[in-house]
Nanobody
Framework: QVQLVESGGGLVQAGGSLRLSCAAS????????MGWFRQAPGKEREFVAA????????DYADSVKGRFTISRDNAKNTVYLQMNSLKPEGTAVYSC????????????????????WGQGTQVTVSS
């Protein structure tokens, strides 16, 4: 079992920045590829960003490329999502997810690929 706890959400004005954190516990963090997803009210869960277990490979949704950065610190068992130039359409509950990976370069953008999920943290972007 892997437990994931997100933090760092809040209310921010359009154009502002937030950094989300996801702390993992329970298993060897460096064995897991990680992802961030978001879900707005009435909408389906949406891929945001993913990072391989080594941290050397990343993937982003087109809607956030150039504005968001995913990173991880395996010594701290934490994955981060730096969000800059936030837009009102970014208002959603952001959740992190983990999937065991043999390959050090594997990333996944489909939620079905992930086994463990956090409870999420609310991000609200005001216009």
């Amino acid at each position: 079992q892997v437990q994931l706890v997100e933090s760092g959400g809040g209310l921010v004005q359009a154009g502002g920045s937030l950094r989300l954190s996801c702390a993992a516990s329970g298993r060897t963090f460096s064995n897991y590829a990680m992802g961030w997803f978001r879900q707005a009210p009435g909408k389906e869960r949406e891929f945001v960003a993913a990072i391989s277990r080594s941290g050397g490979n990343t993937d982003y949704a087109d809607s956030v490329k150039g504005r968001f950065t995913i990173s991880r610190d395996n010594a701290k068992n934490t994955v981060y999502l730096q969000m800059n130039s936030l837009k009102p359409e970014g208002t959603a509950v952001y959740s992190c997810a983990a999937t065991a990976s043999i390959s050090p370069t594997y990333t996944a953008s489909y939620p079905q690929r992930y086994t463990y999920w956090g409870q999420g943290t609310q991000v609200t972007v005001s216009s």
